[in-house]
């Protein structure tokens, strides 16, 4: 082994934390010619706290399970597959238990974790009795006895041995860095110095996703919605915003990102439209294979955020629009011949081809009650959950289209959400999963279930050992075990920078799609502003909209103080209506419903009103394909945003940027065109009586979008 040293090293946390220093040794060639060559190693910055650090032959190793010498999981200077397997046989059936999980963790002091004092952890396990997704009545909404929702910090990694925690708070990128800093420091002292991964939801988008599973926004740059990113049509674009949010997310420790959702729309009713990139596949798959690469890189890195692409095999294909989070709506149909590999499986194939590190299976189960034979040979479905069905998830996603990385369930797919395999006990239901070929199960705190799997014989020691390779190769290849500590000071700079958020704007501006146009109402230029008298209201649903409109107003003044915004109608020459709706709430009881109305937070008579007052600019955040023929033919113009910020707004109703955006979907012509949707067929294939068309003939279909007259 050459020369060994061990030195005791103080934590690594400058500003350089997460870069690599290169060595330059000069060397003679082999065959005696020029011997001023130099060999350029790229070596990591270690960081450590409570572990001591081994040089050997000069270069420097983490003794991560102080033993004094240098294991091969130790040294970087090996392949990732060669470190992998050493640690793996170093490892106890618990830690790889430990590992296989992933759940969500609170900050101290946070909503979830108030009274912690001077603990920026938090040291309390939280339980739930009750299932959020269900309501009384049905079989999963209670649990007896309580299962931990969330782990205790210290107890959660080094007793449990979780390693992968989903970040659920929403800090300012400073405490959150401090925070990560003190999971990695409890991390490091244990016996193996595994680090911790942190992931989160999309933490980049103005507005926020059906479920709540945007986390955050406003604590790093702000960019529009994932509709709004695939109205833009620029996947250069997407993939810089990729790089930025990766360059800002690292910098805080996350390093896995639960996203992107590669689902295509088909079915217009269901809520997590907002989430997609829309509902044509092509367009779909360059959204994913941009914002993959953007995220990722080429191969991962210190640099990278890994993504978890979702939901395969498509979440988009629905009965009625209701989710399989409930269990009222726990399947997937396929009623129209080959729609599967037709609409559904491209935009996956594109995030395999990006080198998404994980995919995630949704919850569904697919069913032949409600479907044609979708499969290459014909053959009917297995129906249990998607995370539970080897011939989706081996043979299909992994054989046939040469899927590498791990699968990552959704969220309490054994407790919440066993679809198809409810019959199973818990352990059996871990067996079944993690056969079929589901490699880390969300949503679980406590490995003791899995445990007993293994033990009981239900799932081999040999296939745990495959599914925890994958999952250290992830962050071993993150450069996790070299240096998972990051400078809190610098990630609120990187946090803070302008010049993100500036790249940031441009993708708001090219996000806003021209619907209609009357009369070039727009735009208001300099010409015409001096003239108007702007009334300005917002709508959306509960008690917000009246806050909503103030900001609204402050917003346009402050930004561009020639337009007089005024407060009643009736001193005004023109109108900006903003129409924010809600999504209805899935029940087993209410329809769901895309028609505007006091369901969806819309005051349809109000609006109708204002149009009638003055000439009206109705813009419509479209995170759902809304029914709005009933507001739409009376405006002057007609926007559709996608979670866009006002200034953005402002730029194009003042014509500071001519609209480029595209409609990413169809907007339905009226509830009729909905009843009779197949809902595993995208918007732009169905009859063309499907889609809206305006009094001036224009049919608003995918891909459709104006712009001003030169």
């Not at 939280?126 to 006895?145: A, H, I, K, M």
């Not at 569904?364 to 297995?382: C, I, R």
């Not at 539970?388 to 289209?401: F, M, Q, S, V």
Request: charged content about 25%; some cysteine; hydrophobic content about 35%.
């Amino acid at each position: 082994m050459g020369l060994l040293k061990k030195i005791k090293k103080a934590a690594v946390l400058s500003a350089g934390a997460l870069m690599l220093s290169s060595l330059v040794i000069p060397y003679a060639s082999a065959d005696g010619g020029n011997e001023n060559k130099v060999e350029v190693i790229t070596v990591p910055r270690l960081s450590v706290i409570s572990k001591d650090i081994l040089t050997v032959n000069g270069k420097e190793y983490k003794d991560l399970n102080d033993n004094g010498k240098l294991d091969k999981y130790e040294n970087w200077d090996l392949p990732v597959n060669v470190r992998v397997k050493d640690l793996v046989k170093q490892m106890t059936l618990e830690e790889k238990a430990g590992m296989m999980l992933i759940s969500s963790h609170y900050m101290g002091n946070s909503r979830s974790c108030p009274d912690t004092g001077d603990f920026i952890t938090c040291e309390q396990d939280t339980l739930t009795s009750t299932n959020r997704w269900s309501v009384p009545g049905q079989q999963f909404y209670e649990f007896n006895p309580p299962i931990v929702e969330a782990s205790a910090a210290t107890k959660g990694i080094q007793e449990r041995n979780l390693r992968y925690l989903i970040i659920r708070d929403n800090p300012a990128a400073k405490d959150l860095a401090s925070w990560i800093n003190e999971l990695q420091k409890i991390a490091e002292d244990t016996r193996l110095g595994i680090p911790v991964v942190m992931t989160s939801n999309p933490r980049n988008h103005a507005g926020n996703l059906a479920f709540g599973f945007s986390e955050a926004s406003g604590q790093f740059s702000l960019w529009p919605g994932e509709l709004g990113l695939a109205a833009t049509r620029d996947a250069d674009l997407v993939k810089e915003f990729g790089e930025i949010a990766a360059k800002e997310w690292t910098s805080t420790g996350i390093r896995k990102g639960y996203m992107y959702m590669a689902d295509v729309v088909t079915d217009p009713l269901w809520n997590r439209i907002n989430g997609t990139f829309g509902e044509q596949p092509d367009l779909a798959s360059e959204m994913i294979y941009a914002v993959v690469k953007g995220f990722q890189g080429d191969e991962l890195g210190t640099h990278s955020v890994s993504l978890t692409t979702k939901h395969f095999p498509g979440g988009g294909a629905r009965q009625d629009g209701h989710d399989p989070h409930y269990e009222w709506s726990k399947f997937n149909p396929y009623p129209t011949e080959g729609s599967l590999y037709k609409y559904h499986l491209p935009s996956f194939k594109a995030a395999i081809e990006a080198g998404t590190t994980s995919i995630m299976p949704y919850y569904a189960y697919p069913s032949n009650e409600h479907s044609v034979p979708q499969l290459k040979k014909g053959e009917e479905f297995e129906e249990v959950g998607f995370a539970y069905n080897k011939r989706l998830i081996t043979d299909l996603l992994r054989k046939e289209l040469k899927f590498k990385g791990y699968v990552n369930s959704d969220t309490s797919i054994i407790y919440s959400m066993p679809w198809g395999v409810e019959d199973l006990t818990k352990p059996e239901r871990y067996a079944k999963a993690i056969n079929a070929g589901t490699d880390i199960v969300s949503g679980e705190a406590d490995p003791t279930d899995l445990i007993k799997a293994v033990k009981d014989g239900l799932i081999t020691e040999k296939r745990i050992d495959e599914a925890v390779s994958r999952l250290l190769s992830e962050m071993m290849e993150l450069g996790l075990f070299e240096n998972p500590y990051v400078d809190p000071n610098q990630a609120q700079q990187i946090a803070d920078d302008p010049a993100s958020q500036a790249k940031a704007d441009e993708a708001h501006r090219k996000s806003v799609v021209l619907l209609r146009n009357d009369d070039n109402t727009l735009p208001l230029n300099d010409n015409k502003v001096e003239d108007i008298k702007l009334y300005v209201e917002v709508f959306s649903s509960g008690n917000s909209a009246q806050t909503r409109t103030a900001d609204l107003k402050k917003s346009i003044t402050q930004y561009d103080p020639a337009i007089q915004v005024v407060d009643n109608l009736e001193d005004a020459t023109h109108a900006l209506v903003y129409a924010i709706p809600s999504t209805v709430p899935d029940r087993p009881d209410i329809p769901l419903s895309v028609a505007l109305g006091s369901e969806t937070g819309i005051n349809v008579e109000r609006i109708k009103e204002i149009e009638a007052a003055v000439p009206t600019i109705l813009t419509v955040n479209m995170t759902s394909p809304w029914l709005i023929g009933e507001i739409e033919e009376n405006a002057a113009a007609t926007l559709a945003v996608f979670g866009v910020k006002a200034e953005a707004l402002v730029d194009v109703i003042r014509g500071k940027f001519a609209p480029t955006g595209k409609l990413p979907f169809t907007i339905p012509a009226d509830q009729e065109a909905i009843n009779n949707n197949n809902g595993d067929v995208p918007g732009y294939a169905e009859d063309p009586s499907y889609v809206y068309r305006d009094k001036n003939g224009n049919a608003y279909g995918f891909d459709f979008g104006l712009t001003y007259e030169k």
